[in-house]
């Protein structure tokens, strides 16, 4: 069965950075690109980018490129999402998800919130 488990939620000032990390479970890590995508309260899923955990290549999204960074680390198949520079308007739910051709498998979410 696959399964994508995500770290826990966090609370960060704004400035700071926040890491945040997905465990893939139940099918081989490097056959398929994670993606990231969040949600911010009330608005609609924001794609971030993704990363292909064969080689570690990485494509970001044109609003975040300045402040994420992916990583994938084949070792524990996780896949990792550092945000620096954090605003306010950063307070969303994170999630990684890897796609197939029938549809997508999503992780739990991160909430991650930015207050002062």
């Known amino acids: 069965e696959v399964q994508l488990v995500q770290s826990g939620a966090e609370l960060r000032n704004p400035g700071a950075s926040v890491k945040g990390s997905c465990k893939a479970l139940?099918?081989?890590?490097?056959?398929?690109?994670i993606d990231w995508v969040r949600q911010a309260p009330g608005q609609g899923l924001e794609w971030m980018g993704r990363i292909d955990p064969e080689n570690n290549g990485t494509k970001y999204a044109r609003n975040f490129q300045d402040r994420v960074t992916f990583a994938a680390d084949t070792s524990t198949n996780t896949a990792y999402v550092e945000l620096t520079s954090l605003r306010i308007e950063d307070t969303a739910v994170y999630y990684c998800?890897?796609?197939?051709?029938?549809?997508?498998?999503w992780g739990q979410g991160t909430q991650v919130t930015v207050s002062v």
């Open positions: 139940g099918y081989i890590f490097t056959s398929y690109y």
């Open positions: 998800a890897t796609r197939r051709n029938s549809g997508a498998y």
